[in-house]
């Protein structure tokens, strides 16, 4: 019987590949239901059109009343309740939602025990402790989306015994700006920081990879996702044994070194539509090959370092993971709400970490147990690097 599937997030990068995957697998997959931000009403409606699901989520409540009256028939839902019961449609949730908006799709599909094809990082940064609690549900699975933690993944299948995982390496492409000194990054443009070498993605996340935020952010999906051992916080490998090393050609998606000394890596071309088809068809294997290499051609693979002092996301990333509690959800509020204000012209890409850094200065520890707690730290981060964003303003 074919898995029926749900898709939040729809219409953006992730979303749109995930309808090519499912296409190209029709006898294996059904889509049952798909849902968006609602900033791109008619592409959603064409989505439902073209594939015939029979729900569709729409966050903005205001956005829904025109999507129902262009799609009768359909089951339309609004708000954040709306994308998060496609759940209840599916056995499983491809969350492609971006940002922190994803969390509420997150806690539920897991609360109503289905598996859950995970892009969306940002929710299991911010709601890092409620995620696992709610991991816990039975039936409840995370197959990762992000192409590096699909890599530890199966990496971590070659290994029966994860006591025995020394550590897990992620790969950055070192982005746009790989090479540059802090003085050539004072001046760079919206349009520089959207132009990815090796992967085509949403605005959020490339400018993520172009100040490292993004290897960071995966260091904590990292060790959310990945154990035992299990840490103070329930959360896996510790911070201390995850690495980044750059790989510019985005070809080794990452690695895992074992207690031996061996290390295993997962290794095809940047082509996201691979790691969506093995988090759905997860634990068996996609039969749609995407993204071979070619074997037969010559080819060279380049690792170094990531240039720590000058893309200070990286750190301060690291920092937050290790305090724990709140700080990663603080750290991605921040980031969250300084990459907006780059993307709108209203601070440099280089005040981006200064608005960040400043922000978690002035954290206020909480353990972050209940979903109110996360919402309430998100809200507070928010305020704080909007005066910092502010203060940028003024002193320009
Ligand atoms: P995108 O900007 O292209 O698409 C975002 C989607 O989220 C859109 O469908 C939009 O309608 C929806 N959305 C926005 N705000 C929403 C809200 N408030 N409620 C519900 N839906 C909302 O983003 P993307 O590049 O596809 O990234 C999506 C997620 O996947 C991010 O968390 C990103 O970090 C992660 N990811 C993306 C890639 C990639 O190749 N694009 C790779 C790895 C991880
Ligand atoms: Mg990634």
Redesign the pocket.
């Known amino acids: 019987m074919a898995q029926r599937v749900a898709l939040?997030?729809?219409?953006?990068?992730?979303?749109t590949?995930t309808l090519e995957v499912l296409a190209a697998e029709p006898d294996r997959f059904e889509l049952t239901a798909l849902?968006?931000?609602?900033?791109?009403v008619d592409t959603l409606v064409e989505q439902a059109r073209r594939t015939g699901a029979k729900v569709v989520a729409v966050?903005?409540v205001d956005a829904a009343a025109s999507v129902a009256e262009a799609l009768p028939g359909c089951d339309v839902r609004a708000g954040?309740e709306g994308?998060e019961s496609l759940a209840e449609e599916a056995d499983v949730v491809v969350?492609?939602?971006?940002?922190f908006?994803?969390l509420g799709v997150t806690v539920a599909t897991l609360r109503a025990g289905r598996r859950l094809a995970l892009?969306?990082?940002?929710s299991l940064i911010a709601g890092g402790p409620v995620v696992q609690e709610a991991r816990r549900t039975p039936g409840a699975v995370i197959v990762p989306?992000?192409?590096e933690h699909c890599a530890i993944h199966q990496c971590l299948r070659a290994n029966d015994n994860l006591e025995r995982v020394d550590r897990l390496v992620l790969t950055a492409s070192g982005g746009p700006f790989r090479g540059r000194t802090a003085e050539q990054l004072a001046s760079v443009t919206v349009e520089e920081a959207l132009t990815h070498p090796t992967?085509?993605?949403?605005?959020?996340?490339?400018v993520?990879s172009s100040t490292l935020m993004?290897k960071g952010?995966e260091v904590i999906e990292a060790h959310e996702l990945f154990g035992p051992p299990a840490g103070p916080d329930g959360a896996g490998v510790p911070l201390e044994r995850i690495d980044v090393v750059v790989h510019p050609q985005s070809i080794v998606h990452s690695m895992v070194t074992t207690t031996d000394g061996a290390t295993i890596a997962q290794l095809s071309l940047p082509d996201?539509r691979l790691p969506i088809a093995y988090a759905l068809a997860w634990p068996d294997r996609s039969t749609v090959a995407v993204g071979a290499m070619d074997w037969t051609d010559a080819l060279r693979l380049d690792f170094e370092p990531p240039d720590r002092a000058t893309f200070r996301c990286l750190d301060l990333a690291y920092a937050a993971g290790r305090a724990g509690g709140a700080a990663p959800a603080w750290l991605n509020a921040a980031n969250e709400v300084a990459v907006a204000a780059f993307l709108a012209g209203r601070c440099r890409w280089s005040d981006i970490a200064t608005i960040i850094e400043s922000t978690l200065d002035a954290l206020e520890p909480d353990p972050l147990t209940t979903l109110d707690a996360v919402l309430a730290a998100d809200e507070h981060a928010r305020s704080v690097a909007e005066a910092a964003v502010r203060t940028t303003e003024e002193t320009r």
């Open positions: 939040a997030g729809s219409t953006g990068s992730i979303g590949q849902g968006a931000g609602g900033s791109d966050a903005d954040g994308l969350n492609g939602v971006v940002g908006a994803g892009a969306n990082k940002e989306v992000d192409s992967w085509s993605m949403g605005p959020k996340i490339t993520d993004n952010l996201m």
